[in-house]
C-alpha cells in the first residue's frame, strides 16, 4: 500500500475497501451477515483478504478562548451555539429519516458577513497538541494487513464552504467580502500547518486532506489559488520527515486533473470514476501523468441497484487494466461501501484481483 500511495510498483495493486459506515449502519440495525457479528472491522477486512484502511488521530484541539458551548436536542436536530466575545453563532445537525440515521450538518455557523469574525476568533483560539497514543494503537492493531493513516485537516477554501458557510452562502460572501473571506482563508492555513507540524512528528506514514474535492464547486483557478499552496507548504513540511501527503479527491474531478498534477501531493483518494464521476481511471492516471497516485477507481453504485457478479468483474478488471503497469494506484472505493450494498460482491473483490494477476501471469 504505501509503495502504490509513493507512486511505486508493488508485486500486485493492493485492495483497500472503505466500507466503515456500511459496518457501523448495518451493525446498529442487526443486519449484518451472520458471520461477520462480533468481528472487529478490521477482522472483517481480513476475512474478506483485502487490506486495511485505518484512521487513527494523531493531535487534538483545545480551545484557549472564551468560548461558552451550549447544546440543545429536538427531535431529529441538535443545535450547539458558540458564544464568543466576537458574537454568538449557531450550527444545526440532523439525522436522516433513512436507514442510515447519518448525520448531516443542516445549518452552518457563518450565515452571514458579521459571522465570519465569529469563526475567525474560534480559530484563532484553537491550539493543537500532539496525541499519539490512539493512532500507535490502532497501528499495533492493523500489523502488516495494510496501513493506518490520520486524515485530517482541509485546505482553507474547502473548511471555509463545507464546514463553515456551506457552498450557497459561501460562494456568495467570498464575492461580496473577497478581503475578509481571504483573510480568513489566510488564518486557516496558518492555524492548521501548526497541526502539520505535529503530523510530521507524528508515527503516521500518511497524510491525507479531508478535501472532498468537486470540479462542480472548485474551479481550476481556485484549486490553483487557495489550495495548492497549502498542498505544497504541507509537502515541504511532511515530505522533509518521510511522509506521504494526500486529499480526498471524490467528486466529478476531470477538470481539476491537470492543476493535481503539479499540487506536490502524493496522492489522491477516493476516486470515483463514471457513472457517478466524470473521467476514467485511465484518463485520470494520464491528467496526473505519474505525478500524482490514485486510490479508489469503484464507484459506489457499481456494488448495488441490480450489480451482478459479472458486472462488478468487467469493472475490477477494467480498473486493473487501466492502471497497468501496476504503479502509483491502489484499488478502493470512491466513495463507501453503501449501506444497502450486496457485501457479497464486496467480498468476491480480493478473489477477481487474484484471478486478474493469475490470467495475466500465465
Known amino acids: 500500500m504505501l509503495t502504490a500511495l509513493a507512486g511505486g510498483t508493488p508485486d500486485r495493486v493492493p485492495w483497500a475497501p472503505n466500507f466503515d459506515h456500511w459496518l457501523n449502519v448495518n451493525t446498529r440495525n442487526g443486519t449484518l451477515p451472520a458471520d461477520l457479528r462480533g468481528l472487529s472491522r478490521n477482522d472483517i477486512v481480513r476475512k474478506i483478504g483485502a487490506a486495511i484502511w485505518a484512521r487513527a488521530g494523531t493531535y487534538r484541539e483545545e480551545s484557549q478562548g472564551n468560548v461558552r458551548v451550549t447544546t440543545r436536542a429536538e427531535g431529529d436536530s441538535t ?13 444545526r445537525h440532523q439525522a436522516a429519516p433513512d436507514l442510515t440515521r447519518a448525520v448531516f450538518l443542516k445549518e452552518h455557523m457563518v450565515k452571514r458577513v458579521e459571522d465570519i469574525e465569529v469563526a475567525r476568533y474560534l480559530i484563532e483560539s484553537t491550539t493543537y497538541l500532539p496525541s499519539y497514543e490512539h493512532f500507535a494503537e490502532a497501528e499495533r492493531e492493523v500489523g502488516e494487513d495494510g496501513i493506518a493513516l490520520t486524515q485530517a485537516l482541509r485546505s482553507p477554501r474547502q473548511w471555509f464552504m463545507v464546514s463553515l458557510a456551506g457552498w450557497q452562502a459561501g460562494i456568495f460572501l467570498e464575492a461580496d467580502y473577497p478581503d475578509r473571506v481571504h483573510a480568513l482563508y489566510d488564518l486557516m492555513a496558518e492555524k492548521q500547518l501548526e497541526a502539520v507540524r505535529i503530523l ?11 478535501d472532498n474535492m468537486d470540479a462542480t464547486t472548485t474551479s481550476p483557478r481556485n484549486l490553483r489559488t487557495f489550495a495548492l499552496p497549502f498542498y505544497r507548504e504541507c509537502a515541504r513540511l511532511l515530505h522533509g520527515k518521510g511522509k506521504l501527503l494526500g486529499s480526498h479527491y471524490d467528486g466529478p474531478i476531470r477538470a481539476l486533473l491537470p492543476t493535481v498534477a503539479e499540487s506536490d501531493l502524493d496522492f489522491i483518494e477516493a476516486f470515483v470514476p463514471a457513472p457517478m464521476g466524470d473521467a476514467t481511471l485511465a484518463e485520470a492516471r494520464a491528467a496526473l501523468r505519474g505525478k500524482v497516485a490514485i486510490q479508489g477507481g469503484i464507484p459506489a453504485v457499481a456494488l448495488c441497484h441490480g450489480a451482478t457478479m459479472e458486472s462488478v468483474r468487467d469493472l475490477v478488471t477494467r480498473a486493473l487494466r487501466d492502471a497497468e503497469p501496476g504503479d502509483g494506484f491502489a484499488l478502493g472505493m470512491g466513495d463507501n461501501v453503501p ?24
Do not use: C
Open 200 to 210: 510530521a512528528d507524528s508515527p503516521a506514514q500518511v497524510i491525507e486532506l479531508g
Open 339 to 362: 449501506p444497502d450494498a450486496d457485501f457479497a460482491l464486496v467480498r468476491a473483490i480480493a478473489g477477481m484481483v487474484e484471478e486478474y494477476y493469475q490470467s495475466v501471469r500465465a
Open 79 to 91: 443545535w450547539t451555539i458558540y458564544e464568543t466575545p466576537a458574537g454568538a453563532v449557531t450550527t
